[in-house]
């Protein structure tokens, strides 16, 4: 078995910035988090960061924690008071689809292929047997025959 093992060295990986991008965003926050407290790639560095660091900063930061909850409240509510109105935005637009076990359906005819313009769109009718959750029902065809997986309510019609 003549196999030879060969390693490679990549000087510069190449990506397409996303991780520089993500690492930069993490980074500020953490700084934004921390109330000027010195990270540990700093302390070595005379940076103006250094130069301006508060000597009382433990006392600052043990007053900013004393005010953390009433912060995470009002965000909240900010959160709440945001959510609503969106959500009454989303649900205005959403048609609920219900059915009965008995009742007669269609279903899309492929709904994750590709339909040509002249193909059917539906095929049917299926029975409604079992519902299974909210939007999920088990149906069987004509001649009595249940079909292999669930169907969500958004693939049906009456």
Request: hydrophobic share 35%; aromatic share 8%; glycine share 6%.
């Amino acid at each position: 078995m003549k196999i030879t093992q060969a390693f490679t060295f990549v000087a510069y990986p190449q990506a397409n910035g996303q991780t520089e991008v993500t690492n930069r965003t993490i980074v500020q926050s953490l700084r934004a988090r921390l109330f000027g407290v010195v990270l540990p790639a700093e302390i070595g560095q005379t940076s103006a960061r250094i130069k301006t660091y508060p000597e009382d900063n433990d006392n600052a930061r043990a007053s900013e924690l004393d005010l953390i909850e009433e912060r995470r409240e009002r965000a909240a509510i900010r959160m709440e008071a945001y959510r609503r109105p969106v959500m009454k935005a989303y649900n205005q637009r959403v048609r609920h689809r219900e059915f009965q076990i008995g009742d007669m359906v269609l279903k899309r005819a492929n709904p994750a292929g590709d339909v040509g313009k002249l193909d059917a769109r539906w095929e049917g009718p299926y029975k409604v047997v079992r519902r299974v959750s909210s939007g999920t029902y088990y149906l069987e065809d004509g001649q009595g025959r249940p079909l292999k997986r669930p169907w969500n309510a958004l693939h049906l019609k009456k």
